[in-house]
């Protein structure tokens, strides 16, 4: 059942732990596939290291219950499934613990757009949630990651900024595939180390202006966009 998906976010988890941005059993890959109505996630506490194809779990997007009961699902799958819900055109959600980006959201701060290199990938400043509430952290916490997380979203375009961070918690990001949600971890971490050194050389450095920002990000992302092969 979805070999071929279940191959890809086997890799995926695996780039995780190659890139650096997860230690020990801090993170997690997943996907859609929307047609088929289901979802393909790491399972629970097992280290990459011991990871086998079929250790991925299969979930039933509709019912939430997994469908292949080898082994339980990564406790972040509820999270997981709210996102692919309030955004329908991800295919691919990633959570990792990475350091940089992790410690802006200790301190409850966005990641500002300070330059091209951030540009290249999130078009403005990666938000940071606000901080859950005494119910949403006993009740269903979660699926109310996932709340929050559409939450802080209401005024920004999700494909634009494919990248959050929960306040005291870590980063989430997403993309079209599995691969690009990785890549997408892989930026996010690379642009919160840049800007804390900014911010450690400069403490009121200004935002990248507009006119860099659309450069960049509409280079890269838009629909005339010229950057790689055809």
């Not at 995780?16 to 790491?42: C, M, P, Q």
């Not at 990938?121 to 509430?133: E, I, K, N, Q």
Request: charged letters at 20%; proline letters at 5%; glycine letters at 6%.
């Amino acid at each position: 059942m979805m070999t071929e998906l279940k191959q890809r976010v086997y890799e995926q988890n695996l780039a995780l732990a190659k890139s650096g941005l997860v230690v020990l059993t801090w993170g997690n890959v997943s996907a859609i596939d929307r047609e088929k109505g289901l979802v393909v996630i790491k399972p629970s506490g097992i280290p990459y290291d011991k990871l086998t194809v079929e250790d991925m779990v299969v979930v039933d997007f509709i019912t939430r219950k997994a469908v292949n009961k080898k082994l339980r699902p990564s406790s972040d799958l509820m999270t997981h499934l709210y996102l692919y819900d309030a955004f329908p055109e991800i295919n691919a959600v990633v959570h990792t613990h990475s350091p940089n980006a992790t410690a802006w959201a200790q301190a409850g701060e966005g990641i500002p757009a300070y330059g091209t290199t951030h540009a290249d990938t999130f078009y403005g400043s990666v938000p940071c949630t606000r901080a859950m509430l005494k119910e949403e952290v006993e009740n269903n916490y979660e699926w109310n990651t996932g709340r929050v997380i559409a939450e802080t979203f209401k005024s920004l375009d999700y494909k634009a900024i494919p990248a959050v961070l929960v306040k005291n918690h870590g980063p989430f990001t997403w993309g079209a595939t599995p691969e690009e949600a990785v890549a997408n971890a892989i930026a996010l971490e690379e642009v919160a180390k840049m800007a804390i050194v900014t911010r450690q050389i400069k403490a009121d450095t200004p935002v990248i202006d507009s006119l860099l920002l659309d450069k960049h990000y509409f280079h890269k992302h838009g629909k005339n966009s010229a950057y790689g092969q055809k």
